[in-house]
């Protein structure tokens, strides 16, 4: 059974900066793309970043150029560079396959405030 642990938010300021990880337990994880993705309060879970096996990597549009996805598959991580954070960044953080496959892990609240 595949398990998803998720680490590395909090509460930042506009402008700043947060590194996500993501754990994968459970699964050939260096033969999997993997993507973070995210849901802000009254809105549907949406993919941020996608990463496949030779570290190739896509954007959605509101997060490319300040987000960065890479992993580390000796350690089976995937990490989520978070730069020029803007309050619509705010939510709850997850990893998964992509597309999804697993059951979601807990998630990492990141909260973008004055």
């Known amino acids: 059974q595949v398990q998803l642990v998720e680490s590395g938010g909090g509460l930042v300021q506009p402008g700043g900066s947060l590194r996500l990880s993501c754990t994968v337990s459970g699964s050939f994880f260096r033969f999997n793309v993997m993507g973070w993705y995210r849901q802000a309060p009254g809105k549907q879970r949406e993919l941020v970043a996608t990463?496949?096996?030779?570290?190739?990597?896509t954007y959605a549009d509101s997060v490319k150029g300040r987000f960065t996805i890479s992993r580390d598959n000796a350690k089976d991580t995937v990490y989520l560079q978070m730069n020029s954070l803007k309050l619509e960044d705010t939510g709850v953080y997850y990893c998964?396959?992509?597309?999804?496959?697993?059951?979601w892990g807990q998630g990492t609240q990141v909260t973008v405030s004055s």
């Open positions: 998964n396959a992509h597309e999804p496959r697993w059951s």
């Open positions: 990463i496949d096996s030779r570290s190739l990597s």
